[in-house]
Nanobody, 123 residues
Framework: QVQLVESGGGLVQAGGSLRLSCAAS????????MGWFRQAPGEEREFVAR????????YYADSMKGRFTISRDNAKNTVYLQMNSLTPEDTAVYYC????????????????WGQGTQVTVSS
């Protein structure tokens, strides 16, 4: 099992920035990739970004490129999502997820999920 705990969400004004963290524990040696997803009220879960646990290869949803940056600190078993130039459309619950296989933006390939952290962007 892998446990994931997100933090760093909150309320921010449009144009502002937030950095989300996801701390992983448990059988982290089994993790191949870590991803961030988000879900707004009434919407489906949306892929944001993915980073491979070793090697650090990154993959982003097209709409996130240039504003969001995913990174990792293997020593701390933590993945980050730096979000800049936020808009009200970025308001959602952001979820961290871990996959034990090659995975990009397909939620079903991620086996472990955190509880989510709320990000609210005011206009």
């Amino acid at each position: 099992q892998v446990q994931l705990v997100e933090s760093g969400g909150g309320l921010v004004q449009a144009g502002g920035s937030l950095r989300l963290s996801c701390a992983a524990s448990g059988r982290t040696f089994s993790v191949y990739a870590m991803g961030w997803f988000r879900q707004a009220p009434g919407e489906e879960r949306e892929f944001v970004a993915r980073i491979n646990w070793s090697g650090g290869n990154r993959y982003y949803a097209d709409s996130m490129k240039g504003r969001f940056t995913i990174s990792r600190d293997n020593a701390k078993n933590t993945v980050y999502l730096q979000m800049n130039s936020l808009t009200p459309e970025d308001t959602a619950v952001y979820y961290c997820a871990a996959s034990t296989v090659v995975a990009d933006g397909i939620p079903n390939l991620y086996r472990y999920w955190g509880q989510g952290t709320q990000v609210t962007v005011s206009s």
